[in-house]
C-alpha cells in the first residue's frame, strides 16, 4: 500500500514537473505554424519552420523523458540485454 | 547598448528567496546521505590511500577530464555518451554558478559586473551548446538501452530515471530561454541558437500567457532540479561523488600485486568473511560502479555463461551495504531489478553464501580483464581474493580439486607431487649441461641470468620442451644462466591466487631468500605467472630482482643479432596467431615483445584474434582454475581456441605454461582432428635456430627418458 502511495504521489509530481515544458512546446508548434499559415508578420519562415522543428524535437525529448521516468517509477524500466551468453 | 540580460528575469523576490532555501536543503540532503554513505564505507578495515597526492590529483583530472579509461577504441559509442552528458552537464552546471556568482557575489559585494558584453555572448552560445550536447547523449544512451541494448547492458529503474531527469531539465532550460527572449524581445537572442527559433515561433501569443507560461516553467525546472539534486547521493547519481573518490583513492601498486596480510602469525581474521572486513577503500569503490558494464566485456566467466559477472558482484555488495546502512539504493524496487540483482533483502544475511555465491568466488580466473575496463578502477580480483581467502584459512571450504594442490605445495614446493629433486631433471636432454646457482656459487662464478624455470617448465613433460628450447635458445646467443634446480620452489602465485595466502607467503619468503642467498639480480622466465610475482609481489618479501620474460629476452637476442634464424624453419610455416596471457599482457603491459618474436620468424604470417592485447581473452586457466573444473557455462579454453581456430592459423603461440595446457585441451575438445599446433615462443624460435635445430630435437625426443 505504501509502495502504491508513494509512487502515484511520484506519478503526479512528474506530470507537473512536465507540463508546462510540454505546453511551451505546444505553444511553439502552433504559433510556428499559425505564423507560417498567416504570413504577414515579417518573420522568415526559414526561423518559423526551424522553430517548429526545436519545438518538437524538444516536445518529442520530454515525452520521451515523461514515459521513461514513469516506467521507471512504475517498476517496469528494467530492460534485459538483447542476447544472453551461452 | 551592451548584450547583457536580467537574471532573476520575471521572477520576483519571494520566489528567489524561495529558490534559495530550498537549494539549501536539497544540498543539506545530499550531503545527508553522503554522509551515510561515508560512515558505511568508515566500517572498512584502513588502509593508506593518502600517499602521493600530487600523483593521485593529477591522475584524477586527466582521466575525468579527458575521459581517457571512458573513450575507449572499442567503445567509442559509450564513450561519447559519457562525454558528452559529462560535457554538456558540467558546462551548465558552470553556467548556473557563474549566474549565482554574478547575482550573489560580484554585483552586491563587490559592486562588479561581468555577465555582459562579448562573456555574455559567448556565454549564451555554450550554453546552448551544451544542452544540445547534454540531449545528444541522453539519446544516444536511450538508444542504446532501448535499442541496441548490448548484453552487457542490463538496465534498472535508476539508470532509467537519471537519463529522464537529465531530458527534462535540458528541455526545461531550453523552453525557460525561448519564453524569456519572446517576452523581453533580446536583441542578441540569435545567439541562443536553439531557443531563439522557438522564441519566433511564440513571438505572437499574448505577452500574459507567456509570461505566466515562464513561471511556471521556472518553478518546474527549479523543482526538477532539487528533486535532482536530493536523489543523487541516494542513486546511481552518487557516482560523480565516489567514483572521483575511488579514482583519486585508488590503489597505486600494480593491478598484478595482490595485498599481503600483513603479520599473519599474528592476525585473527583472514580474508573477507563480512562487509566490515573489507578496507574502507574497497567499500567505496563498490559504490562507484556507474552500471556501465564494461567489466562484462571480456570478462571470461561473463562470456561463458558462469555465475560469476563482476557488475553484479559489486552491485550486490553495494546493495548489501545500502541495506545495512538502511540506505534507499536507488533501485525503485525489486521488480525493478527482477533476475540476478539480489538487493533489498535485507541486512542480515551472510556476506558468502548470502550475498555473494561461493560458485562466484571460486568461478573467477583473476585475469584482471574486468579491473582493466573498469572506468574508476574498481577491482574485483582483490574483493573475489579476499573472500577466497576466508573460505580457504577459516572456513576451509574450497572447491574439493585443490586439496591435492595445497598438499603438494606445502609438501613439495610445486603443485604437481613431484619431488624438489627432480626439478632438473629436464635438463638432461641437453646436450650442453645447465649449471646450477649452487654450482655457481661455489665455483666463486657469476651468471648473467637466473633461469626461474617455474613448477610446469620442470615437471609437466609439455612444458619441460619449452624449458629446454629457452635454454638451447641462451646457449645458442651465449647467454650465461643457471638454475636453482632441487632448490627452487614455486613463487607462491598459485596459492596466493587460490586464497591460501599463508603458504603463498611461506613460498614467497621461501624463494626470496633463496634468490637473495644467490645475490640474484637478474631473473628470466617463461612462466608470467612466476614472473609477475616476482616482479610485483616479491618487493612486499624484500625481493627486488630484475625480472624479464623470455619473450623479451628473446626479442632482444633477435634484435641484437645473436640468434640467427633459419628462413625455412620446418617447425613454423604459414599462419601464426599469438594469445596473450593475462599475466604478461595486461597485468605487466608486455604485448610487444612476443609479436615482434613471431614477425621475425622467417615464413610466417601472423594474424591477430579479435580480442588481443589488453581486451584478450583468458585461456581459463588462471587464478588456480587450471586445477579446478571449469563448471556452468561452456567451457573458457573452448571459447578462445574456437576465436584461434577462426584465424584460420596453423600455430598458436603461447607464453605461458598455463595457456599452452588450456589451449591444446581446448582445441582436442573443440576440433578433435585439428592439425593446429599450440607451441610456445621458445619453441618456434628455437625449432628456427639455423645451428641447433637437430640437437633440440634430439634433446626433446630424448625427454621421454628423463621422465621423472
Known amino acids: 500500500m505504501k509502495t502504491h502511495i508513494s509512487r502515484a504521489i511520484s506519478c503526479a509530481a512528474v506530470v507537473l514537473l512536465v507540463a508546462p515544458v510540454l505546453g511551451v512546446m505546444t505553444a511553439s508548434l502552433v504559433g510556428g505554424a499559425s505564423q507560417l499559415l498567416h504570413p504577414g508578420t515579417g518573420r522568415s519562415s526559414a526561423f518559423l519552420i526551424t522553430g517548429c522543428l526545436v519545438a518538437a524535437s524538444l516536445g518529442a525529448v520530454t515525452l520521451m523523458a515523461f514515459v521513461v521516468g514513469m516506467r521507471a517509477i512504475l517498476g517496469k524500466a528494467f530492460v534485459p540485454p538483447s542476447e544472453e551468453p551461452a | 547598448m551592451t548584450p547583457s540580460r536580467e537574471i532573476f528575469f520575471n521572477v520576483d523576490s519571494f520566489a528567489v528567496t524561495v529558490l534559495y532555501v530550498l537549494t539549501i536543503m536539497a544540498i543539506g540532503f545530499l550531503f545527508y546521505g553522503l554522509t551515510r554513505r561515508v560512515n558505511r ?3 572498512g578495515q584502513p588502509t593508506n590511500r593518502f600517499d602521493q597526492i600530487g600523483r593521485r590529483v593529477w591522475a584524477l583530472l586527466y582521466e575525468s577530464i579527458f575521459h581517457v579509461r571512458i573513450v575507449r577504441r572499442r567503445n567509442l559509442y559509450g564513450g561519447f555518451i559519457h562525454l558528452f552528458i559529462f560535457a554538456g552537464f558540467v558546462t551548465l552546471f558552470i553556467g548556473t554558478l557563474i549566474v549565482m556568482i554574478e547575482a550573489d557575489i560580484a554585483v552586491p559585494v563587490f559592486g562588479v559586473s561581468f555577465f555582459h558584453g562579448d562573456f555574455y555572448l559567448g556565454f549564451k552560445l555554450a550554453m546552448n551548446a551544451s544542452g544540445l550536447m547534454l540531449i545528444a547523449g541522453v539519446m544516444m544512451a536511450l538508444y542504446r538501452r532501448f535499442v541496441s541494448r548490448p548484453r552487457t547492458q542490463q538496465s ?3 539508470d532509467m530515471l537519471l537519463l529522464a531527469f537529465l531530458l527534462v531539465l535540458a528541455a526545461q532550460g531550453f523552453a525557460l530561454q525561448g519564453l524569456r527572449l519572446a517576452i523581453s524581445g533580446d536583441e542578441w537572442a540569435a545567439w541562443s541558437f536553439v531557443s531563439y527559433p522557438l522564441a519566433i515561433a511564440l513571438q505572437d501569443l499574448p505577452s500574459r500567457h507567456l509570461m505566466l507560461l515562464h513561471q511556471l516553467t521556472w518553478w518546474t525546472h ?3 532540479a532539487l528533486a535532482f539534486i536530493g536523489y543523487a547521493a541516494y542513486s546511481k547519481l552518487i557516482h560523480p561523488f565516489s567514483a572521483m573518490a575511488n579514482m583519486l583513492f585508488r590503489r597505486l601498486r600494480p593491478l598484478g600485486a595482490l595485498d599481503a596480510i600483513e603479520n599473519i602469525e599474528q592476525a585473527e581474521t583472514f580474508g573477507v568473511s563480512r562487509l566490515e572486513h573489507f578496507t ?3 567499500l567505496m569503490s563498490v559504490d562507484a560502479c556507474m552500471h556501465c558494464g564494461r567489466c562484462l566485456e571480456y570478462c571470461p566467466t561473463f562470456n561463458t555463461g558462469k555465475a560469476l559477472r563482476p557488475r553484479d558482484l559489486v552491485l550486490e555488495l553495494a546493495g548489501f551495504q545500502a541495506d545495512r546502512g538502511g540506505l534507499f539504493s536507488g533501485v525503485l524496487g525489486e521488480e525493478a531489478n527482477s533476475g540476478r540483482f539480489r538487493w533489498g533483502k535485507g541486512p542480515e544475511r551472510e556476506l ?13 580466473t583473476t585475469c584482471g580483464a574486468c579491473m582493466e575496463q573498469c572506468p574508476v578502477h574498481i577491482e574485483h580480483v582483490p574483493m573475489l581474493v579476499d573472500m ?7 572456513q576451509n571450504a574450497f572447491p574439493t580439486e585443490l586439496a591435492p594442490v595445497f598438499n603438494s605445495l606445502e609438501r613439495f614446493g610445486n603443485p604437481y607431487q613431484s619431488a624438489s629433486t627432480d626439478r632438473a631433471n629436464w635438463t638432461k636432454a641437453l646436450k650442453q649441461p645447465v649449471a646450477q646457482m649452487s654450482q655457481v656459487a661455489a665455483a666463486g662464478k657469476t651468471v648473467d641470468y637466473l633461469f626461474y624455470v617455474g613448477c610446469a617448465g620442470s615437471y609437466v613433460s609439455r612444458n619441460q620442451k619449452v624449458a629446454l628450447a629457452l635454454a638451447s635458445i641462451l646457449q645458442d646467443a651465449g647467454i650465461s644462466f643457471a638454475i636453482l634446480g632441487g632448490e627452487e620452489s614455486c613463487t607462491g602465485d598459485l596459492a596466493r591466487r587460490m586464497g591460501h595466502e599463508y603458504l603463498a607467503q611461506q613460498l614467497a619468503a621461501k624463494s626470496v631468500e633463496k634468490l637473495n642467498f644467490y645475490n640474484v639480480r637478474k631473473v628470466v622466465t617463461a612462466c608470467p605467472h612466476c614472473f609477475n610475482a616476482i616482479r610485483n609481489e616479491y618487493p612486499q618479501f624484500g ?7 623470455h619473450s623479451q629476452l628473446i626479442d632482444e637476442l633477435i634484435a641484437a643479432g645473436r640468434l640467427t634464424l633459419n628462413p625455412v624453419s620446418a617447425v613454423a610455416q604459414g599462419k601464426v596467431t599469438y594469445h596473450d596471457p593475462c599475466y604478461l599482457g595486461r597485468y605487466n603491459g608486455v604485448f610487444d615483445a612476443p609479436r615482434d618474436v613471431v614477425g621475425a620468424l622467417p615464413a610466417v604470417d601472423f594474424v591477430e584474434m579479435p580480442r588481443n592485447h589488453k581486451q584478450s581473452f583468458c585461456c581459463g586457466g588462471g587464478g588456480g582454475k587450471a586445477f579446478m573444473k571449469d563448471q556452468g557455462g561452456i567451457r573458457i579454453n573452448e571459447e578462445r581456441v574456437r576465436e584461434a581456430l577462426n584465424t584460420g592459423a596453423d600455430v598458436v603461440a603461447a607464453a605461458c605454461p598455463f595457456c599452452m595446457g588450456m ?3 581446448g582445441i582436442s575438445s573443440v576440433d578433435s582432428g585439428s592439425k593446429v599446433r599450440v607451441l610456445d615462443l621458445a619453441e618456434l624460435v628455437a625449432g628456427s635456430l639455423k645451428t641447433s635445430p637437430v640437437a633440440l630435437n634430439a634433446g626433446m625426443r630424448a625427454l621421454s627418458d628423463v621422465q621423472p
Open chain 2, 41 to 43: 564505507w568508515r566500517e
Open chain 2, 156 to 158: 534498472s529503474g535508476d
Open chain 2, 222 to 224: 527549479f523543482a526538477t
Open chain 2, 280 to 282: 574502507w577503500a574497497q
Open chain 2, 352 to 364: 558468502i553464501g548470502g550475498v555473494v555465491s561461493p560458485e562466484e568466488i571460486w568461478d573467477c
Open chain 2, 388 to 394: 577466497r581467502r576466508s573460505l580457504v584459512m577459516e
Open chain 2, 543 to 549: 625481493g627486488n630482482f630484475e625480472v624479464v620474460h
Open chain 2, 663 to 665: 589451449l591444446e585441451d
